[in-house]
């Protein structure tokens, strides 16, 4: 007869399945846990990096466009995984919504939780107070006549002085003892400075979605009008509308620059940027003079106008070869140096039998050195000089394709002046022209302006960031100053008169200055009492001090 199978009993317990209910359940408890919460800050602060190392087609689509353009082995792979736009991209937001997400889920349990705390006694007294980290005795003589209640309450109200919340158990039994607690606002700190952080967060998407940026040069006598059209690159949010565009023009009057002209080290460099402007908050409101400045924006309503460029503007005229103006008017020219020496790309489309182009640089004070090159010795305009290289053929602007307006690509132009040509480069002064070979036309240097290069935008969170970012750094500094702790005390009857009591202390994480708290409530215990502190020398230490006679409890 076959014995039956008996189970192993070494074998270990097989946990039922969880199924999809408790799936969800550890996968959210997993998710609003604290460690995950900070996980995800630490990741979005990494994923975020290469929003720095490549450029963002937002804020450049023409250089995101060359990018992938002089870069074919990799350079869609890395369009493909969308670090050419980090932060609209689908694994960013991911980040970002589950980080939103872990913060709520951490900070709801939590103030609910504190909450209790709150509303709850202080923990119930230890029957071993000695086993406290901090702990000490008191033997009050038979003729300072304080009953155990009495001493009892007369160390609540010293506790009470110090900040903390005090609950009385047993007053007048025969072993009455209290318990204090003080530190909560710590745990405020803490749940402020995450619901500021989620603040934060939510400042932050508002500013994406409903606001925008927008870049535009603005030259000496032209007025920028704000409107899409006026914009040289504009970035708008992901439900930003045309329509909440506030209505205001900006006319350029003048813009100066004052540089250093005193000390021998700083000789040149720039002391202050100043424009003065003209402005108008509505079609029939009336102008305003006001003065932008580096760090001083002129403001319309919710939208900032910012100053972060200027340059030069050579007034330019080109005439074609049948005499007619292809060309008129000022061309921005893109500084490269401390002196102002300055890149100038021109085209003139409309110029004809053929579309001329020029490239070249310009010199607000123009010298030559020993090998005859030509330099800016000086930002301020004291020689301006316009040194050009001209071409002609199809610029290839009938094409549709986008151009940028400060490169000129002259794969299909035939060169007609440069230094290593028989006709030589151009050379202009202010009041000179030139007459281009083989009957292309003439360029002449009319005169100089200034421009300035402004950042144009709305950002409707931005107030709410500064705030909660406050509000965090406060809750913050509380939670890291503020300790937690807890106090006991209990006092009973020795039979030979006297009234005993012991107390002890307990900090609720670490607590360097927990000793030093001991210690006060200490002092402040004896001179309630009218004793001289037993740890002064002339009064029984805690270890000699006999026990209560009562039983603990």
């Keep these: 007869m076959s014995l039956p199978d008996v189970p192993d009993a070494a074998a270990p317990p097989v946990p039922p399945p969880l199924g999809p209910a408790g799936m969800l359940r550890w996968a959210w408890t997993q998710l609003t846990s604290m460690r995950t919460a900070i996980f995800l800050l630490l990741l979005l602060a990494v994923v975020a990096v290469p929003g720095s190392l490549f450029p963002q087609r937002p804020a450049n689509p023409a250089v995101v466009t060359q990018y992938i353009k002089d870069r074919p082995e990799y350079g869609k792979i890395l369009d493909a ?4 736009d980090v932060y609209s991209s689908a694994w960013f ?4 919504i589950l980080l939103f997400v872990s913060l709520i889920g951490c900070v709801i349990p939590r103030a609910r939780a504190h909450w209790k705390a709150v509303r709850s006694a202080p923990p ?3 029957r071993r107070l000695s086993r406290l980290p901090e702990y000490g005795t008191f033997a009050l003589p038979a003729d300072a006549a304080v009953a155990p209640g009495d001493a009892v309450r007369d160390a609540a109200a010293i506790l009470k002085k110090r900040g903390y919340r005090v609950d009385i158990r047993d007053a007048d039994g025969a072993m009455p003892s209290l318990g204090a607690e003080r530190g909560l606002l710590r745990e405020v700190g803490n ?3 995450h619901t500021a952080l989620i603040g934060v967060l939510v400042s932050v998407a508002v500013g994406g979605l409903f606001g925008y940026r927008g870049q535009k040069i603005i030259i000496e006598g032209d007025t920028f009008v704000n409107t899409l059209v006026g914009y040289d690159n504009f970035t708008p949010g ?3 509308q045309s329509a909440w565009l506030d209505p205001f023009a900006v006319t350029l009057d003048k813009f100066d620059v004052r540089f250093d002209r005193e000390s021998t080290r700083q000789f040149g460099q720039p002391i202050d940027f100043q424009a003065a402007v003209t402005t108008r908050n509505g079609p029939d409101a009336p102008p305003q003079q006001q003065v932008l400045k580096v760090n001083e924006p002129v403001y319309f309503g919710g939208t900032g106008i910012f100053l972060v460029g200027n340059g030069y503007a ?8 049948a005499g007619n103006t292809a060309f008129s008017g000022p061309v921005v020219s893109v500084p490269n140096d401390a ?4 890149t100038v790309v021109l085209k003139a489309p409309d110029a004809a039998p053929s579309q001329l182009g020029f490239v070249g640089f310009f010199l607000p004070s123009a010298i030559k050195n020993q090998d005859g090159v030509s330099y800016s010795f000086d930002p301020d305009p004291l020689n301006p000089q316009l040194n050009l290289n001209s071409y002609y053929g199809d610029l290839g602007l009938d094409t549709g394709k986008p151009q940028n307006v400060y490169n000129l690509d002259v794969q299909n132009l035939t060169q007609l002046n440069g230094r290593d040509l028989p006709a030589g480069g151009i050379v202009l ?3 000179q022209s030139y007459t281009l070979p083989e009957g292309k036309g003439s360029i002449s240097f009319d005169g100089l302006k200034r421009y300035i290069g402004v950042d144009i935008r709305t950002v409707p969170g931005q107030d709410g960031v500064l705030i909660f970012s406050v509000v965090a750094v406060a809750g913050l500094i509380i939670s890291l100053y503020v300790n937690r702790r807890r106090a006991w005390l209990r006092a009973g009857a020795h039979e030979d008169g006297r009234t005993m009591i012991e107390y002890g202390l307990l900090a609720r994480g670490e607590d360097h200055r927990l000793a030093a708290e001991a210690a006060a409530i200490r002092a402040g215990l004896a001179a309630r009492w009218n004793i001289e502190d037993s740890r002064g020398g002339s009064a029984p230490t805690a270890a000699t001090v006999p026990a209560p006679t009562s039983k603990e409890h």
Excluded: E, H, M
């Design 81 to 84: 995984l969308q670090l050419f």
């Design 93 to 96: 937001s991911a980040i970002y």
């Design 124 to 126: 119930r007294t230890p």
């Design 191 to 193: 749940l402020v400075f």
């Design 238 to 240: 992901t439900n930003f």
């Design 314 to 321: 050579p007034v330019v005229t080109v005439k074609d070869g």
């Design 339 to 342: 002196v102002y020496t300055s």
């Design 429 to 431: 002064g202010p009041g």
